[in-house]
Antibody, heavy 123, light 107 residues
Framework: EVQLVESGGGLVKPGGSLRLSCAAS????????MSWVRQAPGKGLEWVGR??????????DYAAPVKGRFTISRDDSENTLYLQMDSLKTEDTAIYYC??????????????WGQGTLVTVSA | DIHLTQSPSSLSAFVGDRITITCRAS??????LNWYQQKPGTAPRLLMY???SLQSGVPSRFSGSGSATDFSLTISSLQPEDFATYYC?????????FGQGTKVEIK
């Protein structure tokens, strides 16, 4: 069974840092493009960023609101995805989901999704 | 960035109704459009990919159509388990973007 399990969420003060993890199982993690998507309380979905597979250069892309503050990395030996969040702002408060970006030819979609982990940025 | 606008933002319907949700892109995205369902307190679930392909395990009452800038998700006969929020998402370019969501409620 394909499974993604996030951890590491919690309460942090503005300006602080937090690292989220996403443990993957049931598929060949090293071949997968992985993304983080967040959802502020009562709001819609917002793509945070993505890391490509090692075979595709392990390059990253980020949404404008987090670029320069968040860093996505991966440890293929541990089947784990990370999101390092620095200089956190109150507007970063959200549930953070990890998800696999399935690519077929030139199309792609997000499936599956983890259960999410809540990050609260508050003084 | 490509902006996706869903309509309506919410709707009320009876069990058994046929409903359609639309998603309009700010520029042409071919058929690089996906649909997700999210129930309260749970993660999103993929329903449709590439505008009209049904994800494995999703009931056939769900269908999708469209290309370029105009897309739709139709539920042919609404079931109690379909009351949820639905999001479209484009994979034409980065950053990936989502519509604002359409909440489907019981009438």
């Amino acid at each position: 069974e394909v499974q993604l399990v996030e951890s590491g969420g919690g309460l942090v003060k503005p300006g602080g840092s937090l690292r989220l993890s996403c443990a993957a199982s049931g598929f060949i993690f090293s071949n997968a493009w992985m993304s983080w998507v967040r959802q502020a309380p009562g709001k819609g979905l917002e793509w945070v960023g993505r890391i490509r597979s090692k075979a595709d250069g392990e390059t990253t892309d980020y949404a404008a609101p987090v670029k320069g503050r968040f860093t996505i990395s991966r440890d293929d030996s541990e089947n784990t995805l990370y999101l390092q969040m620095d200089s956190l702002k109150t507007e970063d408060t959200a549930i953070y989901y990890c998800t696999t970006e399935i690519a077929v030819v030139i199309s792609s979609w997000f499936d599956p999704w983890g259960q999410g982990t809540l990050v609260t940025v508050s003084a | 960035d490509i902006h996706l606008t869903q309509s309506p933002s919410s709707l009320s319907a009876f069990v058994g109704d046929r409903i359609t949700i639309t998603c309009r892109a700010s520029q042409s995205i071919s058929t690089f459009l996906n649909w997700y369902q999210q129930k309260p307190g749970t993660a999103p679930r993929l329903l449709m990919y590439s505008a009209s392909s049904l994800q494995s395990g999703v009931p056939s009452r769900f269908s999708g159509s469209g290309s370029a800038t105009d897309f739709s998700l139709t539920i042919s006969s609404l079931q109690p388990e379909d009351f949820a929020t639905y999001y479209c998402q484009q994979s034409f370019t980065s950053p990936r973007t989502f519509g604002q969501g359409t909440k489907v409620e019981i009438k």
